[in-house]
């Protein structure tokens, strides 16, 4: 059985024992990328010789007996929004063509120091817009379940290459459901941690009051192990905030008991797939049995969230991708008569349709006469949401809803309506407009053809440990997180 | 949404050109249909009573961030500058503004 078949948390005491060496991971990495990446296209680039030679010196450190960090010598698939030193890092867009990452990003920083081996550039929706993986200019990854299916976005990369075995672990971005609804549709674990918790520095910036980097991983244990590396303050964040950050896997200790578990009414109603809903409304039934309490609650904004987001985000996108214009960074149109010329051809060449649209609504929310109807009034609702959660909160320690709404669809169903892929998104925006945390886990598949579904925990600000906690208890209980696709002819 | 509802028109020649960005006239057709209908889907925050809410710019409860004004060294600008399409002498070039 190959390594990559197993998790983490069981290949680190055999790493440190060296009944395994880094070199044998590293392989087996390598071979599994080699064998099925062509048809998922999860990876973007990645370097065999690279991932070897890191490996091989990890394994050299050992040897001297050098103290080494708590992930060394693991692999960690890396979304191509976040820089790596040396690499380049085109945000799934062509107009980064060639740009080469000057620094790492902190959590790149933290990786290399907890002895990590950063593992290639995942494919993403262009500029992690997009909830399909349809808006890369580099292809379509395909889903590991269905390869006629999407592995979800905008990080569908970093899922599909955890689902199909290719690396245990990988780091993604999550502005709107980013790492959420492609972890529930390729049934694996992603977490997005409260704002603030993980340093953005080094993160292609998307929308900058929603933007988190979180982990993927095939179980809720080893998905904590990566979240504990890379979470902490940085000084070159001013958005990071300085709370300690707790050893996460202490907190899975399998037992909900005494737990509130908050069902928010407005997440079972309309526009919901029926087998999701059956699935995800047995989990609750598991985890009460496993002794958590279940609690109805309302969350009366919900259905103003999608519209939030979509203003909030893309006025705060407008702004951020206004850097890209030709005159620092990768791609210029030619033969431009003067910099208005070069900008406007840079743009409209370099930019794909969906970033083009999300860029001109941005504007258009921002702009003069509209402001107040639009921008302040989402900020307005904004404040709302934050309210539900918070008085929600007092009635619960965490909240289950379904992560996506509709299991993994197919390539090309949803391309051509921006409106409706945008509503693959209504039971995760709102975790980022409030600022909270929320994990998804695998919780069953729909029954023909057989697609994974996905469970949310969302938890309060800094509310980690308890969000990993029932999502563990949830997993140790059921066996989802088992399963795995059958490939092609792999 | 209501059919009558009237929702403003959304002039996208304009707001490309303050978002700096060329479209073909085919872009501009497609866009705009399509942001018309997004737009009108947003338009459901007007059913809610906001009078008196104060507006959320960031979900932190954190202001003014400062650390010790020293200088630093602020890196090698090699690896910056390289990235760009066109620069000499440690700048970057871009096409004449005056003549």
Known sequence: ?490 | MSPEKQTPQLDVPYLAQLARLSLTPEQVARFSGQLQQIVAYVEKLEEVNVEGIEPTAHATPITNVFRADEPRPCGDPGPFLKNAPQQANNLFIVPKIVE
């Open chain 1, 1 to 490: 059985m190959p390594l990559t078949d197993r998790p983490i948390h069981e290949l680190l005491p055999r790493l440190a024992k060296k009944e395994i060496a880094a070199a044998d991971l590293a392989h087996d990495v390598a071979a599994r990328i080699e064998a099925v990446d062509g048809r998922i296209h999860a990876f973007l680039e990645w370097d065999r010789d690279e991932l070897l030679a890191a490996a091989r010196d990890v394994d050299e450190r050992r040897a001297r007996g050098e103290a080494l960090g708590p992930l060394a010598g693991v692999p960690v698939g890396i979304k191509d929004v976040i820089n790596v030193k040396g690499h380049t890092c085109r945000c799934g867009s062509k107009i980064l063509q060639g740009y080469v990452a000057p620094y790492d990003a902190t959590v790149i920083a933290k990786l290399r120091a907890a002895g990590a081996i950063p593992v290639g550039r995942l494919n993403m929706d262009e500029f992690a817009m997009g909830s399909s993986q349809e808006n890369s200019a580099f292809g379509v990854t395909r889903n590991p379940w269905d390869l006629d299916r999407i592995p979800g976005g905008s990080s569908g990369g970093s899922a599909a290459a955890v689902a199909a075995g290719e690396v245990q672990l990988t780091l993604g971005s999550d502005t709107g459901g980013s790492i959420r609804q492609p972890a529930a549709v390729c049934g694996v674990v992603g977490l997005k941690p409260t704002y603030g918790r993980v340093s953005r520095y080094g993160l292609v910036a998307f929308a900058s009051s929603l933007d988190q980097i979180g982990p993927f991983a095939r179980d809720v244990t080893d998905a904590a192990l990566l979240f504990a590396v890379i979470a902490g303050h940085d000084p070159n964040d001013s958005t990071s905030l300085p709370e300690p950050v707790p050893d996460y896997t202490r907190a899975l200790t399998g037992d909900v008991r005494g737990l509130r578990l908050g069902l928010p009414k407005e997440y079972f109603t309309e526009g919901m797939d029926r087998e999701v809903e059956t699935a995800v409304r047995a989990a609750v039934k598991t985890l009460a049995s496993l002794g958590a309490e279940i609690v109805e609650i309302s969350l009366p904004h919900t259905a103003y969230a999608l519209a939030v987001y979509y203003i909030i985000a893309t006025a705060e996108a407008s702004a951020n991708l206004a850097r890209f214009d030709g005159v620092r960074y990768g791609f210029r149109a030619k033969d431009a008569k003067d910099p208005m010329d070069m900008y406007g051809r840079t743009r409209g060449a370099g930019f794909g349709p969906e970033v083009t649209r999300r860029i001109i609504l941005g504007t258009y929310v921002l702009s003069s006469g509209y402001y107040d109807a639009y921008y302040l009034r989402a900020q307005k609702v904004r404040t709302l949401i934050r309210r539900d959660f918070t008085e929600a909160f007092q009635r619960c320690d965490a909240i289950l809803t379904p992560t996506s709404p509709v299991p993994a669809f197919r390539i090309g169903e949803r391309a051509d309506d921006p409106l409706t892929m945008y509503l693959s998104d209504i039971f995760t925006v709102s975790a980022n407009i409030a600022g909270i945390c929320g994990v998804s886990v695998p919780c069953g598949f729909t029954a023909q053809p057989k697609l994974p579904i996905g469970l949310q925990v969302l938890g309060k600000p800094f509310g980690e440990e308890t969000i990993l906690r029932v999502a563990h208890a949830y997993e140790q209980a059921t066996a989802w997180h088992r399963e795995r696709p059958v490939i092609g002819d792999s």
